[in-house]
């Protein structure tokens, strides 16, 4: 079910299953995952027959920029602007969004700048949109130690550890991020050549840099990114999802609460870690089901 579009800057990957005439629920997988993430999720709502479209991220499976000349960023403002870019190709007024991590940072911006875009939001871990003006006030000790990654990749030795061991490095993560997820090497293997995507690399550098000041974003994107320095709030109804047993972010809802202004509720699920979709899919589910004000859900 693989399919393509091109915006300005990409040429996006997109799987995409259900009725045409269904209600749209997009559905965007985080770092360092992929679209395989949602399968479970997808499974259920096009049994509920909705149209689901789950695309590929810059740097991530077939997705590729159209110009070597483009800057291979990673910044939050790419991901907002890419996702609602996609929906104009796809000529997608408003859609149900769903997302966790990056994914997740994409559908709040897009619930955040553009809220007549999302019908609904299901957002793993609540909101996404990065305090980049505050990044580098230190967090606790043991969250720091949890992004530890990310100090890494601050440096030219993670940058090559990146791209010389990106499947080890892939995997590590996954168990630390999701300790009591216990997916073998049938789940795992799926994804691993999304991550051979030749900006992957520079892309995720790129993120991870910019977010503390030490890489310049695109100027294309700097009207986004100066709008998202007031950590617009998201006025869509929204349910947020949280994992007890997340390995990378604690429970933050009681801080993120007062960005969502409309209806709003935050669910936490037994056992499960940060990937959620692929941990608990039915929880994905039944949330844009409820929100979308289906039965069944």
Not at 10 to 25: A, F, K
Not at 45 to 65: E, I, Q
Not at 108 to 125: H, M, N, S
Not at 272 to 288: F, K, Q, R
Request: net charge negative.
């Amino acid at each position: 079910m693989l399919k393509f579009v091109s915006t300005g800057t990409l040429n996006i990957g997109y799987e995409e299953n259900g009725p045409t005439n269904g209600d749209s629920v997009l559905l965007m997988h985080g770092w360092p995952y992929d679209p395989r993430t949602y399968d479970g999720v997808v499974a259920k709502l096009t049994a509920a027959s909705c149209r689901t479209v789950v695309p590929y991220l810059r740097g991530f499976g077939p997705t590729r920029f159209l110009s070597t000349g483009t800057p291979r960023s990673g910044q939050q403002a790419a991901l907002g602007g890419d996702l609602k870019d996609f929906m104009d190709a796809l000529g997608l007024q408003r859609a149900a969004l769903v997302g966790y991590d990056w994914g997740g940072r994409a559908a709040c911006i897009v619930a955040a700048l553009w809220p007549e875009r999302a019908r609904c939001l299901v957002t793993g871990d609540g909101y996404n949109i990065q305090d980049i003006p505050n990044a580098n006030t230190p967090a606790a000790p043991e969250q720091e130690l949890r992004y530890w990654y990310q100090h890494y990749f601050n440096t030219e030795r993670g940058a090559a550890g990146l791209a010389a061991n990106r499947r080890e490095l892939i995997r590590l993560l996954w168990r630390l991020w999701s300790p009591l997820w216990a997916f073998d090497d049938a789940t795992f293997a799926p994804s691993v050549s999304s991550w051979d995507n030749p900006d992957f690399v520079d892309v995720t550098i790129s993120s991870y840099r910019h977010r503390y000041g030490n890489a310049p974003g695109d100027p294309t994107l700097e009207a986004i990114e100066q709008r998202l320095t007031a950590q617009p709030p998201i006025p869509v109804p929204s349910i947020a999802l949280h994992g007890e047993a997340n390995g990378l972010l604690p429970d933050s809802w009681s801080e993120h609460e007062r960005r969502f202004t409309g209806r709003r509720e935050r669910r936490l699920i037994a056992g499960v870690g940060h990937n959620l979709p692929a941990e608990a899919p039915d929880a994905i589910a039944d949330a844009v089901l409820e929100l979308l004000g289906r039965t069944g859900a």
